[in-house]
């Protein structure tokens, strides 16, 4: 199909334009070709799939948080019959948060092959970019969330060298595939990590605190205030991030901001 421009009032020359159809065609050839030569596989053990994803036995060792758990924060309980209420820590100090919730939960101290926390250990430090896919679509099925309450997504920002490093934002990549399934926009640029921090995973509670303080900042307030915004990462340890990134929000003028998280990492 061929559309007329005029480039001056002497000459009018052809333009093609991109044919939507023609263009799921070659993708579809493309995820074809891609999948004989790369077959797929179960990301968790391996097993031989239709599509990137999780295996049946790989979902059922998968568990989602279940009530009794903080109505703030989201952490489960470990008991039964209770109903949903504060824990100590957010009783002691309330999250700039509204709730943070998570799609599935994991000991800190589950094995090394366990499948959801193996896969994003590789997902955040091999680093492995295959992996946004099925971590995507996992989260997008198993979301306790109504994302269309939301005016707007946004990922927890990595800092430029952190960033350079690693190749790409794997909060940004399941922040997308989530608001591209709900029809939400995204915004991965309004906040922003403005100082470089020491990896959480060697701290405690408290100098994850210390180490994220004033770590982001909001460069255009204006597309933040009065939004409800779903703030999306993908492991939740205390939480440290997620209050100190839903403070700078909160502060520049957010109408609500909860957080939505892949996996939380519990203690036992």
């Not at 306790?144 to 990922?155: A, D, R, T, W």
């Not at 922040?175 to 709900?182: G, K």
């Not at 990896?199 to 605190?209: G, I, S, T, Y």
């Not at 004033?214 to 939004?227: E, G, K, L, N, Y």
């Amino acid at each position: 199909m061929y559309s007329m421009r005029s480039v001056d009032s002497q000459s009018v020359r052809l333009r093609p334009q991109s044919d939507p159809l023609s263009i799921r065609g070659v993708r579809h050839l493309w995820d074809g070709a891609l999948s004989l030569l790369y077959p797929a596989s179960c990301c968790g053990c391996g097993q031989p799939l239709a599509w990137p994803h999780f295996c049946t036995r790989c979902q059922v060792e998968i568990r989602t948080p279940q009530s009794p758990m903080c109505v703030l924060c989201g952490a489960p309980f470990g008991t039964t019959g209770d109903l949903d209420h504060r824990c100590g820590r957010c009783l002691a100090a309330t999250p700039s948060y509204g709730r943070a919730r998570a799609c599935a939960v994991y000991a800190a101290a589950d094995r090394a092959d366990h499948p959801l926390k193996a896969v994003l250990q590789r997902y955040k430090y091999t680093p492995d970019v295959s992996l946004a896919r099925p971590l995507g679509r996992l989260l997008a099925e198993r979301c306790p969330l109504v994302i269309g309450e939301y005016s707007v997504i946004m990922p927890v920002p990595l800092h430029v060298s952190r960033l350079r490093w690693r190749g790409f934002n794997q909060s940004q990549l399941l922040a997308r595939a989530l608001a591209r399934r709900a029809g939400v926009p995204m915004d991965a640029f309004s906040l922003e990590r403005v100082r470089p921090t020491r990896p959480q995973v060697e701290l405690d509670h408290a100098e994850r605190q210390r180490n994220v303080r004033h770590a982001f900042q909001v460069r255009r307030p204006a597309r933040v205030r009065s939004q409800r915004i779903l703030l999306v990462d993908d492991v939740y340890t205390t939480g440290a991030t997620a209050d100190e990134c839903s403070r700078e929000l909160m502060q520049a003028g957010a109408a609500v901001v909860d957080v939505l998280t892949l996996a939380r990492a519990v203690a036992q």
